[in-house]
T-cell receptor, first 113, second 114 residues
């Protein structure tokens, strides 16, 4: 069975600090896809990144970066120089080609001004 | 493009009532799905569709029906609402039939069943 664990339920950091959100997954498949979504206080789900299991290169997009390590089954998300607008719930999700995304339970990130 | 739209945004029902949550997309996406979001449980798949006329059950289908008569629309029907169906409902769509294509979500419908 596939499973996504986001052990950090809530994180609070002061603005401009760096913060890393952890995501650990379980799957027996060799081909799978990993996603991160952001859910701001307004409630919508915003797609951030999609990564397949054959691409272990780290990804950087502005202040956001992702570290994918198959050896530890982790797909962690780092926000550099955090801003108040980064306050949201962040979900990690896994798909191995079946009909659904398996979501983690989310990490609520609060950036303190 | 409006993307994925959902109506209504909020709804309050009494136990036993029925209603339909509407979902539409204007991106010509083949794959559409419904999820429910409950506190501490992430999102769970209710039903999905890989094209007009084709639907299938997800992880938590009981108490819900769907149909897909057009590519654009994917309504979710609650047959007899129960308090356990109080949740936030999200509709999503993606371009290809490959489920691993990125899914784009609507703004959600917050449903309360009394």
């Amino acid at each position: 069975a596939q499973k996504v664990t986001q052990a950090q339920t809530e994180i609070s950091v002061v603005e401009k600090e760096d913060v890393t959100l952890d995501c650990v997954y379980e799957t027996r498949d060799t081909t799978y896809y990993l996603f991160w979504y952001k859910q701001p206080p307004s409630g919508e789900l915003v797609f951030l990144i999609r990564r397949n299991s054959f691409d272990e290169q780290n990804e950087i997009s502005g202040r956001y970066s992702w570290n994918f390590q198959k050896s530890t089954s982790s797909f962690n998300f780092t926000i550099t120089a955090s801003q108040v607008v980064d306050s949201a719930v962040y979900f990690c999700a896994l798909n191995f080609g079946n009909e659904k995304l398996t979501f983690g339970t989310g990490t609520r990130l609060t950036i303190i001004p | 493009n409006a993307g994925v739209t959902q109506t209504p945004k909020f709804q309050v029902l009494k136990t036993g009532q029925s209603m339909t949550l509407q979902c539409a997309q204007d991106m010509n996406h083949e794959y559409m799905s419904w999820y429910r979001q409950d506190p501490g449980m992430g999102l769970r798949l209710i039903h999905y569709s890989v094209g007009a006329g084709i639907t299938d059950q997800g992880e938590v289908p009981n108490g819900y029906n769907v149909s897909r008569s057009t590519t654009e629309d994917f309504p979710l029907r609650l047959l007899s609402a129960a308090p356990s169906q109080t949740s936030v409902y999200f509709c999503a769509s993606s371009y290809g039939l490959a489920i691993t294509d990125t899914q784009y979500f609507g703004p959600g419908t917050r449903l309360t069943v009394l």
